[in-house]
């Protein structure tokens, strides 16, 4: 069983920075992607961004130029920062991991944003 851990999140002023860290317990190249979801307050989960086993990036249409995913294949861990935030990116962070056709999730790290 895959386990992934969020960690990173908390509470940030506005214009603030955090980066999302997600350990998985195997290592990563055993995955297709690795990426993040987010949830915020009486909303669907949204897709916020993915990398594959070759690097590739892909981010949801509203997270361009704010959000940066990247990971450390020695750690096996995966990143997400995030610059400029509003009050909008308050949420729950979800890290997830595919192999195939299973989808694996993390528990989610509580982002915050408010003066």
């Known amino acids: 069983q895959v386990q992934l851990v969020e960690s990173g999140g908390g509470l940030v002023q506005p214009g603030g920075s955090l980066k999302l860290s997600c350990a998985a317990s195997?290592?990563?190249?055993?995955?297709?992607?690795l990426g993040w979801h987010r949830q915020a307050p009486g909303k669907e989960r949204e897709f916020v961004a993915s990398?594959?086993?070759?690097?590739?990036?892909d981010y949801g249409n509203s997270m361009r130029g704010r959000f940066t995913i990247s990971r450390d294949n020695t750690k096996n861990t995966v990143y997400l920062q995030i610059n400029r935030l509003n009050v909008e990116d308050t949420a729950i962070y979800y890290c997830?991991?595919?192999?195939?056709?299973?989808?694996?999730w993390g528990q989610g790290t509580q982002v915050t944003v408010q003066e």
């Open positions: 997830y991991s595919n192999i195939l056709s299973r989808y694996y």
């Open positions: 195997e290592n990563i190249f055993n995955f297709n992607a």
């Open positions: 990398i594959n086993v070759g690097g590739r990036t």
